[in-house]
C-alpha cells in the first residue's frame, strides 16, 4: 500500500517540486491547497499499470479509477454492471504503476447505496486491498450521512454530482443536468452539504458553466469538471477519450489530445504486413 505524505513534510505540491527536484507526493490537502492558490486541479482515469504509470510520469496530479471501466476496459454499455471486486482489481493494477499522484477510486453502484455501514466496508476495502487514496462516491443529499461517516473513519471522500452515470437508468439520457433552476438550485445545496459532511473535493459532470462556477464559489473544497466549464477549480476526461481510444464517442467537452485509434490501426496493420511478407522476424531479430 503506498503512503501519502503530507506537505508537513516539507514538501511542496504537484505544481512545485521538492528540494531535491523531484515533485512531491500529491495528497488530498495539496488539491484543497492547489484551490486556495488558485492552480488548477489536473486528473484523468487510469484502469491499469502501464497506463497509470504514464500518466503519473507525465505528471498528473490525480489519477481516478473510474467505473468507467466498465465501459471502457470491459465493453458495456453503462457503468452499472461494475462490481467492487472488480474495481478494486482496477485500483490494485492502478496503485502499482503510480508513485506521485493522488490515487481515488469509485465506489461502484450499489457497493454504498443500501446503508451507511456498507459503504463504510466498501470504502476500507478498496483503501486496504487496493492502496488508494480516497473513494468517489456519486449523489448528492440522500448520501451525506454515509460520506461522513466514511470521512469519519479516515477515509478522504470526493464528491460527485450533476450527470451521474450510476443512475441512468433514473434519468434515462446522458444530456446535460441542471439546466431548470431547480435542479440547480438542489445541485447548489448538494455541494455544499457534501462539503459538510467532509467531502475534499467534488466532481461536476456535465452542467451549465455558470452553475459550475457558482457551485466553485459556493464551497471551499475543489470542484473537478467534466463537460462543467473553465472556471471548475480541476478538470477531469477519461483516458481513452482524450487520446483518441474511443473514436465513436464525441461529446462536445471532449478535447482530443492523440489519434491513438489511428496509431494501433496502422501498427497491426503494419505487423500483418511484415508477417505475411516474411519481411519479420529479420535477421536482426532471431536467434542463431
Ligand atoms: O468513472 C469515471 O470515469 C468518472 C469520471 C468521468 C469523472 O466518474
Redesign the pocket.
Known amino acids: 500500500m503506498s503512503t501519502q505524505t503530507s506537505k508537513s513534510d516539507g514538501n511542496q505540491n504537484r505544481s512545485g517540486t521538492s528540494p531535491n527536484g523531484r515533485p512531491a507526493k500529491v495528497t488530498t490537502q495539496t488539491v484543497v491547497e492547489m484551490k486556495e492558490a488558485g492552480k488548477k486541479i489536473s486528473?484523468l482515469?487510469a484502469y491499469d499499470f502501464t497506463m497509470a504509470k504514464i500518466v503519473d510520469q507525465a505528471g498528473i496530479d490525480v489519477i481516478?479509477v473510474?467505473?468507467?471501466?466498465s465501459n471502457v476496459m470491459a465493453g458495456h454499455e453503462t457503468?452499472v454492471p461494475m462490481t467492487l471486486d472488480q474495481m478494486i482489481y482496477h485500483a490494485q493494477c492502478v496503485v502499482r504503476g503510480v508513485e506521485t499522484a493522488l490515487v481515488i477510486a469509485?465506489l461502484p453502484f450499489m457497493s454504498f447505496q443500501v446503508t451507511a455501514k456498507e459503504a463504510l466496508i466498501s470504502s476500507g476495502r478498496m483503501m486496504k486491498e487496493a492502496g488508494v487514496h480516497g473513494v468517489?462516491l456519486?449523489g448528492g443529499r440522500t448520501i451525506t450521512d454515509t460520506v461522513k461517516r466514511i470521512v469519519d473513519a479516515g477515509i478522504p471522500v470526493m464528491g460527485?454530482l450533476g450527470l451521474t452515470?450510476q443512475s441512468i437508468y433514473k434519468f434515462g439520457t446522458y444530456k446535460v443536468r441542471a439546466k431548470e433552476n431547480a435542479e440547480a438550485e438542489q445541485l447548489l445545496e448538494d455541494a455544499v452539504k457534501l462539503e459538510e459532511a467532509g467531502a475534499f473535493s467534488i466532481?461536476l459532470?456535465k452542467i451549465p458553466s455558470a452553475l459550475a462556477a457558482k457551485v466553485t464559489d459556493a464551497v471551499s473544497v475543489p470542484t473537478?469538471g467534466?463537460g462543467a466549464g473553465p472556471d471548475c477549480d480541476g478538470q477531469?476526461?477519461?483516458l481513452h477519450d482524450m487520446l483518441g481510444l474511443n473514436k465513436d464517442f464525441k461529446p462536445r467537452f471532449l478535447r482530443r489530445y492523440a489519434d491513438l485509434d489511428k496509431v494501433m490501426t496502422e501498427a497491426v496493420q503494419g505487423y500483418i504486413k511484415d508477417v505475411k511478407a516474411v519481411d519479420f522476424p529479420n535477421e536482426n531479430e532471431r536467434y542463431e
Open positions: 486528473m482515469t481516478l473510474g467505473d468507467s471501466a457503468t469509485d468517489k456519486e460527485h452515470p466532481v459532470e473537478i467534466i477531469v476526461l477519461v
